[in-house]
């Protein structure tokens, strides 16, 4: 066999190995936040609740991306959600393939709309305690956020 055939060959080979996909993600990987938020909070829950919402302002700065997962280490999983009228009785529905985030625009999760859905707290939440949530987007690159835990009788943008 030829040094050209061989190195054709090679070359065949490295572009159909299943490393070539990951090497080729890894170059299209985000590394830089597109996505800002502000007032990220979690309602604080009843005593004993297995669950707890999260709200936070999205602002995408740059083109077309989407939330795709959230994770926090106080919780077992946190899951995206939308509220949504069926007839008189408001239900939850949860976004599996994520929630969009139009070019240059606003995305708010907030109550009675979109919001995280935190399930099983690893440990009672209290008023004023921080709890860290990684938010994972299509482009943009994941953040870390402090979601700050209020009384859920404080309004929407009032002081943390």
């Known amino acids: 066999m030829s040094r050209s055939s061989r190195a054709s060959l090679l070359a065949g080979l490295l572009l159909s190995s299943p490393v070539m ?21 979690v309602r604080l829950p009843p005593p004993a609740a297995n669950v707890a919402a999260g709200y936070v302002q999205l602002h995408n700065g740059g083109a077309e991306d989407r939330l795709l997962s959230a994770a926090s280490p106080a919780f077992a999983e946190v899951q995206i959600h939308a ?12 976004l599996p393939d994520g929630l969009a985030l139009p070019e240059r625009q606003s995305v708010a999760l907030q109550p ?8 099983k707290p690893r440990r009672p939440l209290s ?14 690159a994941p953040q870390g956020v402090d979601f700050s835990v209020r009384d859920g009788l404080v309004p929407h943008g009032a002081a943390k």
Not at 84 to 91: I, L
Not at 112 to 119: K, Q
Not at 127 to 140: C, D, N
């Open 21 to 41: 996909p990951a090497v080729a993600a890894a170059a299209q990987a985000p590394t830089t936040p597109t996505v800002s938020v502000s007032d990220p909070w």
């Open 112 to 119: 009675g709309g979109y919001h995280l859905m935190l399930l």
């Open 83 to 94: 509220m949504r009228m069926d007839g008189d009785v408001m239900r939850m529905q949860a």
């Open 127 to 140: 008023a004023g305690q921080a709890v860290r949530v990684t938010l994972q987007f299509a482009r943009s």
